[in-house]
């Protein structure tokens, strides 16, 4: 099975998925079945290996992920039986995003600037990673993984996608700027690697210093949410950008459809239905579609939707 698992994996990667946790978990149900002297997928079998995760959700994760595999090896072996897929089921839903005002983003930056040591590229390369993922709404993985060379006169080259979907991703005046600005540090620099931020030594910024240091800067800015409520992340950066944009939308179907589209084109989603979330992640964008289905209902009317 561990072969058929292995062929699967490659075929779905060359359709840009990368599947890490898929492969993790099928090549763990296929050692589970193994030790029940089984070789083809059982149903009762995948249910009791899903049923060894902690949580419902977890469960749920794990016989979608058997499922999924088994309709493909099917096509080909009938023996091969097909788990229920809702056994576990479990109703996912996202977290809400802290959305960053003006005035929180300013003060982390300025937070960041004063990170010690004083005169080293260290507190320029946080302040710069925290502004640029504000002004564009990049992944902190997509941030990270830039190249000096995807810095073009158009705006930034996006290759290390998460759906491996290269984009461009332009710049405002401001942002190209403050970019600029930074580079003069970073090439001082001396360093064998490409990447745009990288630690004083020159090695690549890895996430586990930038998650460290942004706990830090949250603290120092004493940003932070009532109990009960999530904490600010690095990634609600890549949610403010989005809610702002459609914030800012123009008036119209047509023009908040070409909007959408745009914008879910701009952060690299693999389809418009992602960047739709973003309407009910601020109270302004709920109580927008609420006065137009208020309109359309007992007016006829239809103004911003």
């Known amino acids: 099975m561990i072969h058929d698992i292995k062929l699967y994996l490659a075929l779905r990667r060359t359709t840009g998925f990368v599947l890490s946790n898929d492969e993790c978990l099928l090549l763990s149900y296929a050692r589970f079945a193994a030790e029940s002297g089984e070789s083809f997928i059982r149903a009762s079998t995948a249910i009791k290996w899903a049923s060894k995760a902690v949580s419902v959700a977890q469960r749920d994760t794990r016989i979608k992920t058997v499922c999924r595999f088994a309709r493909y090896i099917r096509l080909e072996d009938k023996r091969h039986e097909l788990p229920p897929s809702r056994y576990f089921f479990?109703?996912?839903?996202?977290?809400?995003?802290?959305?960053?005002?003006?005035?929180?983003?300013?003060?982390?930056?300025?937070?960041?600037?004063?990170?010690?040591?004083?005169?080293?590229?260290?507190?320029?390369?946080?302040?710069?990673?925290?502004?640029?993922?504000?002004?564009?709404?990049?992944?902190?993985?997509?941030?990270?993984?830039?190249?000096?060379?995807?810095?073009?006169?158009?705006?930034?080259?996006?290759?290390?996608?998460?759906?491996?979907?290269?984009?461009?991703?332009?710049?405002?005046?401001?942002?190209?700027?403050?970019?600029?600005?930074?580079?003069?540090?970073?090439?001082?620099?001396?360093?064998?690697?490409?990447?745009?931020?990288?630690?004083?030594?020159?090695?690549?910024?890895?996430?586990?210093?930038?998650?460290?240091?942004?706990?830090?800067?949250?603290?120092?800015?004493?940003?932070?949410?009532?109990?009960?409520?999530?904490?600010?992340?690095?990634?609600?950066?890549?949610?403010?950008?989005?809610?702002?944009?459609?914030?800012?939308?123009?008036?119209?179907?047509?023009?908040?459809s070409q909007h959408m589209l745009a914008l879910s084109t701009y952060l690299g989603h693999a389809n418009v239905y992602s960047t739709f979330w973003y309407l009910e992640a601020a109270p302004e964008l709920l109580r927008n579609i609420a006065i137009d289905c208020e309109s359309f209902l007992f007016k006829g009317e239809k103004s911003w939707s």
Request: glycine share 4%; charged share 20%.
């Open 90 to 256: 479990c109703y996912k839903t996202r977290r809400l995003p802290f959305i960053y005002s003006n005035t929180e983003i300013t003060n982390l930056i300025k937070t960041a600037l004063a990170l010690g040591p004083p005169d080293t590229l260290y507190p320029h390369t946080f302040a710069n990673l925290i502004a640029l993922l504000s002004a564009t709404g990049l992944r902190v993985s997509e941030a990270l993984k830039l190249h000096l060379s995807d810095i073009t006169a158009d705006g930034l080259l996006i290759h290390h996608t998460k759906f491996r979907k290269t984009r461009l991703v332009p710049l405002h005046d401001t942002a190209v700027l403050g970019l600029e600005r930074y580079l003069v540090r970073r090439r001082s620099v001396s360093s064998s690697n490409n990447e745009v931020f990288v630690t004083e030594e020159g090695q690549p910024l890895r996430y586990s210093s930038v998650y460290c240091t942004f706990k830090k800067l949250l603290k120092r800015t004493k940003l932070s949410t009532p109990a009960g409520v999530p904490q600010p992340r690095l990634h609600d950066l890549r949610h403010r950008f989005a809610v702002n944009s459609l914030l800012e939308c123009s008036n119209g179907r047509k023009l908040v």
